[in-house]
């Protein structure tokens, strides 16, 4: 089990994060795409996006979100007022094969963790 990080608390959204999460968002070597990510990770915690092209519902997994920041995808979990980022990939044009594996990636790993992630928000 991949530990939770709290992001922030102070905002509209409580954001956590998987430490596998970030450190594979750390470790990418295009240092203006990790700003960029971080960037719409920290507007995440004070809205929702309100663009549907850039917050998108995965269809087959409830309370599973995509958070779109090109060319990357977030996958995250909402609880109430708690998001969790779950799972972290980069899209490549005609690789539907690919992303169809990314996002069913995401499912598991979101039914793997809800149960914990729905405990840990109950307790803050």
Known sequence: ???ILLI????????????TVKKDIDKLKDKKAVKRIKT??????ERIPNKPELW????????????K????????????NNILILY?????KNMSKQKRADIERACKIAQEVKDEFERLVRRI
Not at 8 to 19: A, G, M, P, S
Not at 69 to 78: D, E, Q
Not at 88 to 92: G, H, N
């Open 8 to 19: 922030t608390d102070e905002k509209v959204f409580r954001l956590y994060i998987l430490d």
């Open 40 to 45: 719409g990770i920290g507007r995440l915690a």
């Open 56 to 67: 998108e519902s995965i269809k087959g997994c409830e309370n599973l979100f995509e958070l």
């Open 1 to 3: 089990m991949s530990k």
């Open 88 to 92: 972290f990939w980069r899209v490549q």
């Open 69 to 80: 920041i090109k060319p990357y995808r977030l996958a995250c979990y909402k609880h109430g």
